[in-house]
């Protein structure tokens, strides 16, 4: 079984810049999608980013595009998210997830990191 460690999360200014890295251990199925996630106090938990583990192929949630940018690292097992420009309203605890379909639903998700806080200060 694959399990997902986050980290990279901390208190950061209005316009800063953050890089997330989710580390998994064992196999990554060449189908695999790996996506990032937050969930913000007394919010729902939503999509932030995605990426295809074989082709690299992405997809972003509208409210990040263009600041946010997800990235694999094959040999390492390892994906990122560097987030830049950020708001207050992207405070929220970041998880990293795995499933094996090109999707933003949290359903289509298994495998799930135990998440990073991210606070940002106005």
């Known amino acids: 079984q694959v399990q997902l460690v986050e980290s990279g999360g901390e208190s950061v200014q209005d316009g800063g810049s953050l890089r997330l890295s989710c580390a998994a251990s064992?196999?990554?199925?060449?189908?695999?999608?790996m996506a990032w996630f937050r969930q913000a106090p007394s919010k729902e938990r939503e999509f932030v980013a995605l990426?295809?583990?074989?082709?690299?192929?992405?997809l972003y949630a509208d409210s990040v595009k263009g600041r946010f940018t997800i990235s694999k690292d094959q040999a390492r097992n390892t994906i990122y998210l560097d987030m830049n420009s950020l708001k207050p309203e992207d405070t929220a605890v970041y998880y990293c997830?795995?499933?094996?379909?090109?999707?933003?639903?949290?359903?289509?998700?298994?495998?799930w990191g135990q998440g990073t806080q991210v606070t940002v200060a106005s």
């Open positions: 990426i295809r583990w074989h082709s690299g192929s992405v």
């Open positions: 064992g196999r990554i199925y060449s189908s695999s999608v």
């Open positions: 997830a795995r499933g094996s379909h090109y999707s933003s639903s949290l359903r289509d998700y298994f495998s």
